[in-house]
């Protein structure tokens, strides 16, 4: 399987705060770029995702910016709440017929503090 | 619609017993996926069928794995004998489309 670097595998950030999570990928040929958030005793769900073409996709308080040439994209969660506390993975999906399979970075573990 | 379905959600099981783990996918969901979660190893796919058929065992950790899904509503993951090392949650999950998978929530199996 193509490897997904995630990092940091922790974050604290206090609430209000920027949440930043980043990924790097080895390998160019992906076409979609998905990330899920994942509660304690819950399975994942997904967040947000963008595909190559554009740079940047915003949904509320949750951004994705992504940098092809750099193989990396990341999450930002602007005014972060307690709520938000939960495991985030990003992911990557291959182009072509195993388009249908995902995979996933190590997680982060985000704890935001009221 | 309930969302993917998982039974039994919690199994604790001797070294060496037969384990099977059940999945109904969301109606009318083409694909299903077989995950493993653990500390140390994070998601692992194990397996993935496409209109019910296989197409991916390759993160199918060894020949006591074994998968199927007889039909578009059902699929089950057997371990056969189980270890200690199986101990993990195992979840499944099922697509409407390309990376937008569904989840279910998971079977917590710990091996004694």
């Known amino acids: 399987q193509q490897q997904v670097k995630q990092s940091p595998q922790s974050l604290i950030v206090q609430k209000g705060g920027i949440s930043i999570i980043n990924c790097a990928y080895e390998n160019t040929a992906f076409d979609y770029f998905p990330w899920y958030q994942q509660f304690p005793g819950k399975g994942p769900a997904l967040l947000i995702a963008i595909r190559p073409d554009v740079s940047e996709k915003k949904e509320g308080r949750f951004t994705i910016s992504f940098n092809k040439s750099a193989k990396q994209f990341s999450l930002h969660i602007m005014d972060s709440q307690p709520g938000d506390s939960a495991t985030y993975f990003c992911a990557v999906v291959p182009t072509g017929n195993a388009g249908n399979m995902l995979t996933f970075g190590g997680g982060t573990r985000l704890m935001v503090k009221p | 619609d309930a969302g993917v379905i998982q039974s039994p959600r919690h199994e604790v099981t001797e070294m060496g017993q037969e384990v099977t783990l059940r999945c109904k996918p969301i109606?009318?969901?083409?694909?299903l996926f077989w995950y493993r979660q653990t500390m140390m190893r994070g998601l692992e796919l194990l397996i993935y069928?496409?209109?019910?058929?296989?197409?991916?065992d390759s993160g199918m950790p060894e020949d006591r794995f074994s998968a199927k899904m007889p039909n578009a509503s059902f699929s089950t993951l057997k371990i056969q004998p189980s270890e200690p090392r199986d101990s993990a949650v195992y979840f499944c999950?099922?697509?409407?489309?390309?990376?937008?998978?569904?989840f279910g929530p998971g079977t917590r199996l710990t091996v004694t």
């Open positions: 069928f496409n209109n019910n058929v296989p197409i991916d």
């Open positions: 999950a099922s697509m409407a489309g390309v990376g937008e998978q569904y």
């Open positions: 109606s009318g969901h083409n694909s």
